[in-house]
């Protein structure tokens, strides 16, 4: 059984920086990606950053130049910088982790919100 555990993120003056970290254990084969998704109240969910096993990552438009995802120290972990934070990030971020099958996991989100 594979489990993601979260950490990071909460309240936040707008402008400001959160990080949100993602550490996957259990039984897994080769990882694919993992990343972090988002869901806004009434809205869908999209994915924000991810990273792949091939060092290669990708972000939403929205989040260009102020997020960075990277691999953490530890194995299957991964970190997400947020930086000049805006309204519209407030959201529950979910992490997720991609393995061959392809079978992905998610973590249970974590809430982050700008405030003002």
């Known amino acids: 059984q594979v489990q993601i555990v979260q950490s990071g993120g909460g309240l936040v003056q707008y402008g400001g920086s959160l990080r949100l970290s993602c550490a996957a254990s259990g039984t897994i084969s080769v990882v694919q990606s993992m990343g972090w998704y988002r869901q806004a109240p009434g809205k869908q969910r999209e994915l924000v950053a991810e990273?792949?096993?091939?060092?290669?990552?990708r972000y939403a438009d929205s989040v260009k130049g102020r997020f960075t995802i990277s691999a953490g120290v530890a194995k299957n972990t991964v970190d997400l910088q947020m930086n000049s934070l805006k309204f519209d990030d407030t959201a529950v971020y979910f992490c997720?982790?991609?393995?061959?099958?392809?079978?992905?996991?998610w973590g249970r989100g974590t809430q982050v919100t700008v405030s003002s």
């Open positions: 990273f792949t096993y091939t060092g290669a990552t």
């Open positions: 997720f982790l991609i393995e061959t099958g392809p079978t992905t996991y």
